[in-house]
């Protein structure tokens, strides 16, 4: 018997979810089913009433949790002492390479919170050698692996172009844009490669004159009419502006998942403190129109 298992147990019996008690801990519902079922081979008990889609607890499973709420309880507020009393002055190592300025904003409010933190930022794209990295904000991806997962923000990637422009208000077909020109940001980013995999999926490479990091230059270079800008919002999201619209593409269905990642080893201290603040957050209320 594990105090990990225990703490799988008391979360799920508190929320009477096992998803809930994973999200909690930042693993796999799987993690915390299994777990707490080797828990219950261990008693020789059952803990919980299993139904389709919901489980919950049997007079086995309040008996322990009473028990274990008085356990943890004191348990918690001695580590919490005992924590007030360590500084730790390491730096959050970040590594960014999706939806930078939503990331940025919430760090400068974390700061904002905590001036004494240290947090160090990259952008780089090219850098392969995340291991140096204690928190790292990406695309959903199999490079992580030696990393802990927590998806953050589903999301769409959606044309855009200005009021003035000849294509608003027409129905249209990716295919027929294969002589337009687009706008998008860096050849590393995810706008861009979202793009270049949907045109190419109807087999067309998309021509575009101007790449743009810029969110200002970007803004206004849509604005004018000389290309189709692409941009990344909730689903269902209202994003249309006074001088933009979305371009009414039903075939370009571009859907990104953007995820955190973290070092399990380093998830302890300021580290961990950033990473439950930052998990906390709604990205999603942190958008623009457009996103790089």
């Known amino acids: 018997m594990e105090?990990?298992?225990?703490?799988?147990?008391?979360?799920?019996?508190?929320?009477?979810?096992?998803?809930?008690?994973?999200?909690?801990?930042?693993?796999?519902?799987?993690?915390?089913?299994?777990?707490?079922?080797?828990?219950?081979?261990?008693?020789?008990?059952?803990?919980?009433?299993?139904?389709?889609?919901?489980?919950?607890?049997?007079?086995?499973?309040?008996?322990?949790?009473?028990?274990?709420?008085?356990?943890?309880?004191?348990?918690?507020?001695?580590?919490?002492?005992?924590?007030?009393?360590?500084?730790?002055?390491?730096?959050?190592?970040?590594?960014?390479?999706?939806?930078?300025?939503?990331?940025?904003?919430?760090?400068?409010?974390?700061?904002?919170?905590?001036?004494?933190?240290?947090?160090?930022?990259?952008?780089?794209?090219?850098?392969?050698?995340?291991?140096?990295?204690?928190?790292?904000?990406?695309?959903?991806?199999?490079?992580?692996?030696?990393?802990?997962?927590?998806?953050?923000?589903?999301?769409?990637?959606?044309?855009?172009?200005?009021?003035?422009?000849?294509?608003?208000?027409?129905?249209?077909?990716?295919?027929?844009l294969s002589n337009e020109s687009f706008i998008t940001t860096s050849e590393d980013s995810s706008l861009y490669t979202g793009l270049l995999k949907a045109c190419k999926r109807v087999g067309f490479t998309p021509k575009i004159p101007i790449f743009c990091n810029d969110m200002q230059c970007y803004k206004e270079c849509v604005e004018a009419g000389i290309g189709i800008g692409v941009c990344r919002a909730g689903r269902k999201a209202n994003i249309s502006t006074k001088t933009f619209d979305v371009l009414d593409v039903p075939d370009f269905v571009v859907n990104q998942t953007l995820c955190i990642y973290y070092n399990q080893q380093a998830n302890y201290g300021n580290v961990s403190h950033f990473l439950n603040y930052i998990i906390k957050k709604n990205f999603l209320a942190y958008r623009d129109m457009l996103t790089l």
């Open 3 to 176: 105090i990990l298992q225990l703490r799988y147990f008391y979360d799920s019996a508190k929320y009477e979810s096992f998803a809930k008690a994973a999200q909690k801990h930042m693993v796999p519902t799987t993690s915390v089913s299994a777990a707490v079922k080797r828990l219950e081979k261990e008693l020789n008990c059952l803990l919980f009433d299993r139904f389709p889609n919901r489980i919950t607890l049997n007079d086995n499973g309040k008996r322990l949790l009473h028990s274990l709420s008085i356990v943890f309880g004191e348990l918690d507020g001695v580590t919490s002492l005992l924590s007030e009393q360590f500084i730790d002055t390491r730096d959050v190592n970040i590594l960014v390479r999706a939806a930078r300025q939503e990331f940025t904003r919430v760090v400068i409010e974390y700061k904002k919170i905590y001036p004494h933190s240290n947090i160090k930022l990259s952008f780089s794209s090219h850098d392969e050698d995340y291991h140096n990295y204690d928190i790292i904000f990406d695309e959903n991806s199999d490079q992580y692996s030696e990393y802990i997962r927590n998806e953050q923000i589903h999301t769409e990637l959606y044309l855009i172009v200005s009021k003035n422009h000849p294509l608003n208000g027409k129905q249209l077909t990716l295919k027929q």
